[in-house]
Structures are given as structure tokens and as C-alpha cells.
């Protein structure tokens, strides 16, 4: 529509199924530049996003043509698909339900790229779940324990 104009940006989060660390580094690159170019596609601009070996966040400036749920689907079925063709997992690959979305504004945009971009760093001090359950309050997200991801604490980071 004429002079419409919007700026929104969001911060993607979602875990694979089971929080299992199925996500190699080894392909770990090439799992981001895909799932860019499933964001890309889809008219949203990439900001960000860093894979871990059992989630990952994702930083867009968000087109509100497309409905969250339904590119955060896209995003999930894809490269869901895509692992599996590719056969870059031995177990079975899945994501997990659900997902976190956050909204930031354009100041904090730097910030949490950031913030994104150092998740392997992060993730030496700070569990996931310490993370996510951080970003449910500062963003004062009402939930219950029962929806959220499951969470196991003897996840393996890379070696």
C-alpha cells in the first residue's frame, strides 16, 4: 500500500527437538547461509544469526506482509528438509515446537546482533536455558514451565 511505511525488527529463537546438539560445526555455516536465503526470499533482510549446536537465534528486519508463525514454519520445515537431504546428520533431525520471538528497536539492533554473533562465547558461561528463561522476563513474557522448550543440562558444546 502507498506510503506505508514500517520498521520492525525481530529476534528468532527457536531449539532442536529434544535439545539435542545435532547442529555440527562443520555445517553449521552453511545451515545459516540457508536459512538466510529462506529469510531473504521471503523479503525480510538478515541482521544476524548464529547457530549453536542445539538452537539458534536469528535477527531480521521483519516485512509485515508475512505472519511470524508462518515464516518462522517456513524457516523450520526447510531447513529441516534440507539437513535431511543433504544427510548432515546421522540421528534424526527435527526442531523442537515453538519459538521465542522478541522485538527490538533500532537502537538495539547493533546490540543484539552483537550479542547474537557471540553465542558460542555466551554459551561458555551461561546455560540456554538461563538465557531464554532471561529473555521470556526482561521482556516480561508471562509462561508456564510446561510450554517451554525442554531443557536438559548435560548438552555438549562443539569440541
Known sequence: MANTYTQCYFHLVFAVKNRDA???????GELEKYITGIVQNHRHKML???AMPDHIHILIGYNVNQLTPDLVEEIKTS??????????????????????AFTHSRSQ????AKYILTQEEHHK????????????????IEFKEEYLF??????????
Open 150 to 159: 525442554e531443557f536438559f543440562n548435560d548438552i555438549h558444546n562443539w569440541d
Open 125 to 140: 558461561t551461561k546455560p540456554f536455558k538461563e538465557e531464554y528463561l532471561e529473555m521470556l522476563v526482561k521482556n516480561n
Open 79 to 100: 531447513s529441516n528438509s534440507w539437513i535431511k537431504g543433504e544427510k548432515l546428520s546421522k540421528f534424526k533431525f527435527e526442531w523442537q515446537k515453538g519459538y521465542g
Open 109 to 112: 539492533v547493533d546490540t543484539v
Open 22 to 28: 545435532l547442529i555440527r560445526k562443520e555445517w553449521k
Open 48 to 50: 544476524a544469526i548464529g
